[in-house]
């Protein structure tokens, strides 16, 4: 695994929006906290509604390059407890490495 570089399992197709920063699963999570406050599905489905992107998102974003080794890459997921890398190349945003591309490896690389 120490030769293999963050491109070899990034995913390339990203969606993006005006605002800087990003919106992960667990930034949904807690947008979700309605729930968690015994909301009904309509009134829920209502406050879930009215979320705004910036009001979850995590405007320090942590990236990586296509280049980075996948272990250091995998470091910096556990170290700082977050799910996914954007993957930055020349200023740009190339692609997406999460901890669920690191799952698939592993699962292909034991068939």
């Known amino acids: 695994m120490e030769e293999l570089r963050v491109r070899d ?3 390339h197709e990203v969606t993006t929006l005006k605002r800087v920063g990003i919106v992960s699963q667990r930034d949904l999570f807690r947008g979700a ?3 968690a406050l ?3 599905g309509h009134a829920r489905r209502k ?3 009215t979320l705004l ?3 979850v998102m995590s405007s320090e974003v942590i990236t990586t390059t296509p280049d980075a080794p996948l272990v250091e890459a995998a470091r910096v997921l556990m170290d700082r407890k977050i ?3 954007p993957v930055v190349e020349d200023g740009r945003l190339v692609g997406i490495v999460t901890e669920a591309d690191f799952v698939a490896m592993v699962a292909r690389k034991s068939k």
């Open 33 to 35: 906290l309605a729930r």
């Open 38 to 40: 015994g909301y009904s």
């Open 53 to 55: 992107v910036k009001e």
């Open 83 to 85: 799910g996914c890398l």
């Open 47 to 49: 406050v879930l509604d």
């Open 9 to 11: 399992i990034m995913i």
